[in-house]
């Protein structure tokens, strides 16, 4: 169970090859963002200088999936990305983003748990898979910390009207919530 908390080490040669010191094999980007959606972390080190190259690849593997058409960020979040490196603001856009990113894991986990409990939602066809969708979005959204646990729909209960109302007054404080944050 350590050995998971460690990262995956893998070394840049001069190549430019990357290295898998834990299988002891090449691996292409592609398969360093597929370690990372089965919620492994990665650390990329440059063999000769010792450099860590981590960051760098992250990006990379964004951008590549942005050229591919699979687009996530819009392009008012990349220009304010942008604007950020050049302000003074930007030294806190790190924990903003952090921040920003544990909220939306939460608000999503607490909102799957609700559904899951009210009747009418968690006997609807297809709930259980809509929850598994869900939650591999939010586990890739996050680079893998996905922290929520899975839920199993609970039995049909009577009089759950109050739950619903909450859920409904949670979901709309969440959209609220981050229609404030794509501004």
Avoid: C
Avoid at 25 to 44: C, K, M, S
Avoid at 51 to 69: K, P, V, W
């Amino acid at each position: 169970m350590a050995e998971d908390k460690k990262p995956l080490l893998i070394k840049r040669y001069a190549s430019r090859r990357l290295y898998n010191t834990e299988t002891s094999d090449y691996v292409t980007l592609e398969d360093i963002a597929g370690f990372i959606r089965e919620g492994r972390d990665v650390q990329i080190v440059d063999l000769k200088s010792g450099d860590d190259l981590t960051r760098q690849y992250l990006l990379q593997i964004i951008a590549e999936h942005e050229s591919r058409g699979e687009t996530m960020l819009p392009v008012g979040v990349l220009t304010d990305l942008v604007r950020s490196y050049t302000t003074s603001a930007g030294a806190m856009m790190p924990q903003f983003l952090q921040m920003s990113f544990d909220m939306l894991r939460d608000g999503q986990s607490k909102m799957m748990e609700n559904m899951a409990r009210v009747s009418p939602l968690g006997k609807m066809p297809g709930f259980e898979a809509m929850q598994a969708q869900q939650e591999a979005f939010i586990k890739a959204m996050t680079g893998g910390k996905w922290g929520g646990a899975t839920t199993q729909p609970a039995p049909a209960d009577e009089g759950k009207d109050e739950d619903l109302t909450e859920i409904r007054r949670q979901l709309a404080d969440l959209q609220t919530k981050l229609s404030r944050m794509g501004k």
